[in-house]
């Protein structure tokens, strides 16, 4: 990972945390069939009428084959990709033409536009679903991504993002390269322009935009792409494509007091085939249906959406223990309660789900962990390795998941641990009653108790 400098961040950046990021992948597969039912709209909102603001077509040469390329990756779980070929007409409709928005509203950020490794916190005129959670702040990076996340760190390209082409552009090379967005009250378009590589400028410059619909649907768009976006290095910067979503958890250090860990579990991630990224091609990701979407215990616990859905009582929640609300989902005990998939009351299905189910497959669950320290990566697995402003966390694997909760050995290693100081304190204190006793005979050789070992010797 690369560190980023945030510049007009609220909440303020977070600097003298260390965040560790654990990846945990689970693989829910969903029935290709029920998938047909997704509605495949494209992100062309306005592209017909001819109200400002509208999505406008980019102009392709006449000629070219016009036959469909869509490709469907059904293992996203929360999202399902469609990736559109540069002869495809839906990659025109869903290019977004920022040239012909209201110039009002359309901002060139002039700190992004001219600088390396940068993110400047922007602010939606709407609620933008992502994971299921409703956004209304983003932190877009000149490096080709938008960070998500709530804690704002330095870490910035290890989760929590929305990447069309995250790669170490630097805008400040050129003067034609810039950072630009557009709010239209119902989508957010962030578009990097003609930006190029810091360690290779020579490649040419790039084009491309993310596109943020009220909907929670996100589209990639790509105008230029001079290069394979395979062939670009990933020594000096991460190269992604896709999208990331974590939950952050808060520990004490009951050994410092006033000093917390926040650690950030990396929970999902959809990571696009890089080699379909090319000039004129497009992808547009349509949301699935998450256990967040349900407010009452019915249809929660009977939902077959691709999740094990349960709910809690005491935060009137439903969640499959995996979203940002994982630490609340933990501290109110919710995973206990969710193992009895009862409801206090007779069970309420009358609430409609919003998405089309499927049914839920044999899961697995597999974990691994990165953890980053001050722009360092190293990967291993959860360990207790004591530092001056972090706490041990252990990562357990349980019916449902992970637990941060400790387990009995880690109980039972505190108790030998208090044991073991209080027997040193023991023995310190006898040598040094040793001592005192050595050096009052020493003083004092008439007294008793030098007359003693005299007549014992």
Known sequence: GVLYEVVQSFPRVE?????????????????????????????????????????????????????????????????????????????????????????????????LSNTHRQAARVNLSFDFPFYGH??????????????????????????????????????????NSTVRYFDNGTALVVQWDHVHLQDNYNLGSFTFQATLLNDGRIIFGYKEIPVAVTQISSTNHPVKVGLSDAFVVVHRIQQIPNVRRRTIYEYHRVELQMSK??????????????????????????????????????????????????QDWVDSGCPEESKDKICEKNIDTTETPLYSTTTLLPTTTRFRVLTTT???????????????????????????????????????GGTLHAGLIVGILVLVLIVAAAILVTAYMYHHPTSAASLFFIEVR
């Open 15 to 111: 600097e003298n945390v260390q965040v560790g990021s654990y990846v945990s992948s689970h693989r829910w597969r969903r029935h290709s069939e029920s998938l047909k039912s997704v509605d495949t709209n494209r992100a062309s909102m306005g592209q017909d009428s001819s109200e400002p603001g509208g999505f406008t077509d980019l102009l392709l040469e006449e000629g070219h084959d016009n036959t469909t390329q869509v490709e469907e990756d059904t293992d996203h779980n929360y999202y399902t990709s469609r990736t559109y070929g540069p002869y495809d007409s839906t990659s025109r409709d869903l290019w977004v033409n920022i040239d012909q928005m209201e110039k009002d509203k359309v901002k060139i950020h002039g700190i």
């Open 134 to 175: 409703f956004l209304r702040e983003i932190t877009v990076a000149t490096g080709g991504f938008i960070y998500t996340g709530e804690v704002v760190h330095r870490m910035l390209t290890a989760t929590q993002y929305i990447a069309p082409l995250m790669a170490n552009f630097d805008p400040s090379v050129s003067r």
């Open 277 to 326: 990224i090319t000039n004129l091609s497009a992808v547009e990701m349509i949301p699935l249906p998450t256990c967040l979407q349900f407010t009452s215990c019915g249809p929660c616990v009977t939902a077959q959406i691709g999740f094990n859905c349960s709910w809690c009582s005491k935060l009137q929640r439903c969640s499959s223990g995996f979203d940002r609300h994982r």
């Open 374 to 412: 001050r722009g360092s990566t190293t990967s291993h697995l959860p360990t207790s390795l004591p530092t001056e402003d972090d706490t041990k966390i252990a990562l357990h694997l349980k019916d449902n998941g992970a637990s941060t909760d400790d387990s009995a050995a880690e109980k039972k």
